[in-house]
Structures are given as C-alpha cells and as structure tokens.
C-alpha cells in the first residue's frame, strides 16, 4: 500500500506552487523533510523518519551506491548519484558506494541527510528524489523505492 504525504512548496522562485510528494510505500513509514539548503554548489537535504506504528523496526537500511541507490534529478535535468551524494543517520559517519543498518523506534523519529554535491547554483528546487530502502518488517526493498517529488532549494 502506497502512502502519500503532501507538504506545502515555499520556494518563492516558482510561479505555480507545487506540493513536495512523498511515496513511502507502507502505512507506518512517513518521511518529513525538514530542510533542503545550498551552500554553493552542495545540497543538504535533512529528514525525519518516523515509525508511526506500535512495534520498533530494527532493520532498516538506504542504499547509496552507484546503481541501486540515492539518485537525484534537479530542476534544471541534472541527475545525481554516487560518488556525488553521501548518506548519514543520526550523528553516524557519512558514507557513500554502501548501505547501514539502523533502527527507527516507535515514536522517536530517526534523522537523515543527504549530501548532493556539484548541483547547478541556479537549480530550484531537486525535482526527483529516489531512495533504495531495504526493510523486512515493512516489505520495503529496492524494487520499490521511496520516492519524492518538487523538493525547494532553499539559498541565501
């Protein structure tokens, strides 16, 4: 079952305002995107994952390798995938070309970022975003990634 979360756009470049959609693929898995910001020409892209059901998931792990993994489209049709985007979970070690298993309790929301580098300082905004998730306990694996649509690039 395919579970949808529309947040509001706030970029103010954008003419027609679109919602950030988010396809997390079960009902117990929300992702909330808290911030997506440039710093140059590097994205930083900081998430929630929250476990809305009442049993912890102690297996679940992204993918960040060059074929089954992060992959990234900006606005501008650029695509983006390892060795240009790194992962990290909570306080860990960022990585690339690799996958880590983590687990996200019940009601306490795990946090993830992502590093995209060399992304065009005119894009507006990540147009496409696909994460591989691998996790039993929600029957997530890399045939059917979480997807996000229309994310805004924050800039100064």
Known sequence: MAMMVLLPNTAMAQSQPQATRIVTNHADFRIKIQRCVANGTNVLIDMLFINEGTKDVDNISIHCSNW???EAYDSEGNIYREPKISVKV?????Y???????SILTGVPMRVSLLIKDVSETSESIARL?????CS???LDRSKPIVFRNIPISRD
């Open 90 to 94: 909570a306080n860990g070690e960022e």
């Open 68 to 70: 089954h993994g992060v």
């Open 137 to 139: 306990e929600w029957a």
């Open 130 to 134: 696909k994460l591989c998730v691998d």
């Open 96 to 102: 690339r070309n690799s996958s880590k298993e983590f």
